[in-house]
């Protein structure tokens, strides 16, 4: 009943937004109901639409957990996009210089290298917000600029093709690439990108239920969030909690590289995200700040970004940049919401 | 000598729509609500400015759309956490999304292109007025907060909600105008974009600077004139990466960071604490 109850509110925003984007649509000039099912219609088709589907939320469900981790120790970061982009780097990095290394040894080296890159990134604005109380929003968004402006300074200046027009660096070793899906999945074929970093973000989302809701550190952190003052008042360390949550949090975030790098590219390619640092704050939203509404929200989104290119094309007027007018909806009604909870617990706090 | 008299020149363009957006956001945040839509309520004033000067051939008639445009997308915002009470960052998350998805929806509707207007001719620009207009509102804007019934207000509204309601403040309706009024400043430092500075709206044309506006409101310690050097600080910078580009040595990225980094050794306290309005971000009940 209650978990009824928690799906009730996500999906009544999604309606709304998709009944005022209904309204966009045949403002600009096409019709609704033929958008919408080109929009979803072509996300569902077997192997090509569901395999980008999946493949287009593997990224989404890491971005989504990282906001949704940080969420349940009451901090909003937006600096998902950042992490992800230092980690991306870095972890090509790696693959670039050791490129001769062996598989069984590189690419346990590059996972962990997108897991360290992100959780330093993160880990920062918690450090700055726990010992001097600056502010996470500001400050992850600061850092998102740095990270991308870092990222392609070694890029351009360092690690480019000679003579490439295209501001990427060279490719990883062959040691570092992951398995697409198509190796282990019969009649789903091996050109779909979709590869082991989605089984990954699935294992990351057990990961992460149970570290929140079966470890002490997990508890620590959501009393944290729940309530600072009492949190302390307990004996949490709440300043630790911060720091912490904001690690794994870029650490989540960060595993975007493996997806990316690891298994799609093989290379880092400067402006890669769609923004899926932002979109991973409506799938946390959407998903209520639970792994499992993680999943299901990304799913969601990444539907809508597939379906997207199609309705670009295939529409008279309609772009894919409908998409991000529906994200942006859909953030909009759940936030007038489901954020109730989060200021109504700052005021206790101020009190 | 010329060099530099040019480079001034260039840090006074590159400020303009910096202070506009970040004098904007100072009400707004002044009066409680944390504001990072700037940068939607810039591409929301930057398009519809383009795109009305475009059918009118009248760049103050789209000056004027390109205002009501950034009135009502802040209204959007006011609505949700002022009426609402929803997250303030959220809300803004959500309507700088958007506004990187309306503009560019519309544009393919209206001219066929994927992101940007038609080029405006030469004589349909306005590339003096908002700079005498942003430098004119940093003393009008300390007048209206230290000197006017209003400002006192606004000021009382963002640092103790609960005071001022008590003491007869109607707290909503401060917020509401304030929350408006960013948005219209927003959208003129929008406009200067599409039609001062160039003369057609891109995707995406704001380029984060709805973001080094706010990173200047608070270098700036929520004060107008000293926004207004954080604003000369940052649009140095910038045209100082834009006079570098593929002449010097130093690459532009560093320039580029600058700002940020400030940001974040001056909120971390390591050169003068920069202290927010008390209230900020605190949605408020009315007791009664």
Redo the contacts between chains.
């Keep these: 009943m209650k978990f009824l109850r928690e799906l009730l509110f996500p999906l009544a925003a999604v309606v709304a937004a998709f009944a005022v984007g209904a309204v966009v649509v045949l403002a600009v000039g096409d019709n609704p109901l033929s958008t919408y099912t080109l929009l979803i219609g072509s996300a569902l088709t077997w192997p090509d639409g569901i395999g980008y589907t999946l493949f287009y939320a593997t990224p989404l469900i890491f971005t989504g957990l990282a906001v949704a981790v940080a969420f349940r120790c009451g901090l909003l970061n937006i600096g998902a996009e950042g992490q992800l982009y230092i980690a991306a780097f870095m972890t090509a990095w790696v693959g670039i210089t050791l490129a001769s290394w062996p598989a069984w040894l590189l690419v346990p080296l590059c996972f962990l290298t997108a897991l360290l890159a992100g959780g330093f990134w993160g880990a920062v604005p918690g450090v700055l917000k726990a010992r001097f109380g600056a502010h996470e929003v500001i400050t992850t968004i600061m850092m998102n600029f740095i990270a991308v402006a870092l990222a392609s300074y070694f890029t351009q200046y360092h690690y480019k093709p000679q003579g490439d027009p295209i501001l990427e660096t060279v490719p990883i070793g062959e040691g570092a690439h992951i398995a697409r899906l198509g190796r282990f999945v019969p009649g789903f074929p091996e050109r779909i990108p979709l590869n082991l970093a989605f089984p990954v973000a699935l294992l990351a989302c057990l990961l992460v239920y149970l570290f929140l809701w079966r470890t002490r550190w997990g508890y620590e952190i959501r009393a944290t969030g729940a309530n600072p003052a009492a949190a302390l008042y307990g004996g949490i360390a709440t300043g630790k909690q911060i720091v912490l949550a904001m690690s794994i949090s870029g650490a989540l975030a960060g595993l975007v590289a493996v997806n990316e790098v690891l298994g799609y590219r093989y290379r880092y390619y400067d402006g890669f995200s769609a923004g899926y640092g932002f979109t991973g704050i409506a799938v946390a939203l959407l998903g209520r700040n639970h792994p499992g509404g993680v999943i299901l929200a990304s799913l969601l989104f990444g539907a809508l970004l597939r379906g997207g290119l199609f309705v670009d094309i295939f529409t008279e007027h309609v772009s894919k940049d409908l998409v991000m007018v529906l994200q942006g909806i859909i953030i909009l009604f759940v936030a007038a919401e489901a954020l109730f909870r989060r200021s109504s617990r700052r005021r206790i706090k101020s009190v | 000598m010329t060099i530099i008299l040019i480079l001034l020149a260039s840090a006074v363009r590159q400020a303009t729509p910096l202070l506009l957006a970040a004098l904007g956001g100072l009400y707004s945040e002044r009066s409680g609500v ?1 504001n ?1 839509a700037l940068e939607g309520l810039m591409l929301a004033g930057a398009f519809t400015s383009a795109t009305v000067t475009h059918y009118s051939g009248n760049p103050w008639v789209g000056l004027a759309a390109g205002i009501a445009a950034g009135v009502l997308v802040a209204l ?1 915002h006011g609505v ?1 956490c002022i009426r ?4 303030q ?3 803004g ?10 503009p ?3 544009s ?2 209206f001219f066929e292109s ?2 940007a207007t038609p080029q405006l001719p030469q004589g349909q620009l306005m590339p003096i007025a908002p700079i005498v207009l942003a430098f004119v509102l940093v003393p009008v804007t300390w007048y209206v907060l230290n000197r006017t019934p209003f400002g006192l207000r606004l000021r009382a509204v963002g640092e103790n909600p609960e005071a001022a309601d008590t003491a007869g403040v109607n707290v909503a309706r401060v917020r509401f105008a304030a929350v408006m009024l960013s948005g219209a400043l927003a959208a003129i430092g929008g406009a200067y974009l599409s039609i001062g500075q160039s003369s057609l709206f891109a995707r995406n044309m704001t380029a ?1 600077r709805g ?1 080094i506006a ?2 200047a409101l ?1 270098f700036g310690k929520w004060r107008p004139v000293q926004t207004m050097l954080a604003c000369l600080l940052f649009g140095f910078a910038e045209a100082l990466s834009i006079q570098m580009q593929g002449v010097s040595q130093v ?1 532009v ?2 320039i ?2 600058v700002p ?2 400030l ?2 050794v001056v ?3 390591f050169i003068g604490h920069s202290r ?1 309005p008390r209230a900020l ?3 408020y ?1 009315e007791k009664r």
């Design positions: 944390i990072i959007v949700a609402f009470k929803a997250d960052v959220v809300s998350t959500a309507i700088n999304i958007l506004f990187l998805g309306v560019a929806l519309l393919g509707a994927t992101g984060g973001f706010l990173a608070i690459p990225q560093f580029q960071i940020y980094v940001t974040i909120l971390a306290g927010a971000g605190v949605p009940q």
